[in-house]
């Protein structure tokens, strides 16, 4: 798994398919550099302060889990692929999985009724098979994850991307399966990976996260615009201290190689209001 995310990372870029692109980069960028907490989090500013000044925040935790909400979508970790606002997420719908962390995932998901989408220009179904028909692939494996364990396949294409460009500048690890953070319009663009909350192993949750990073790091993402003073944010959602300090322990690791272009903070989740 882990070479194949090297081979992906090492990619030579496509400039002639992303030139067009710079200016929706360079506005997604600039949008998102007024974001209240980005900003706050520039200016050294406590997360968990800044977050509860944030309108939205407690509203943004459900009070069970998301996979019981009606509107619920299992859908990949790419910002870009907000389909009914309310999201759980994992790379590729769970396409980097080893067989015991696929159990796990299964067991967790089987019989919830939600869709499962499959998406177009999957960065997770590349790294798992690379290639012009990668994107195929990924269509397959999640049509199969949705067939196994009794939920619905849905496919979802760039016309309905909420963004056309990846504009992430945070990756979520999600701790608690109650914060959606797709649905809450005053957050930052993120990634999302649901896999702690989903139980998976903390082996799983590093490389999910080193992966994602990689995107936003790299050429598909805002890319070379990450620096120490504007770095890409890795924000942990965790149930309580416990949780939050193994998931921080986890995320540091994990993005040890990106240097200080990535930080890593994060919260413990308030108690519903509901
Ligand atoms: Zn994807």
Redesign the pocket.
Known sequence: MSHKIENMNNQAPTPEKHDNHQEQFDAAWQKSSENFLVKGLKAGKKIEDLLTEMPGFKEAFSADSLLDHPDCCL????GR?VTSGVKVAL???G?LLGEADRKIFEDAIRGKNLPITG?E?????GMAHPGPDSDSY?YEGAKKTAADTGNRYQEVYHESFRSQVHDERSLVIEGTLRFNCAGWSEFPPQFISSSAALGLSDAYIETEAKALTGIALGDHGLGERFNAENPFYLIVSAVDQDQLNRLMTISESAVKDFGDRVKVTGFIAPESTK
């Open positions: 859908e990949c970790s790419d692929v790379a590729g719908e396409i998406h220009g999957c960065g997770a179904a990924g």
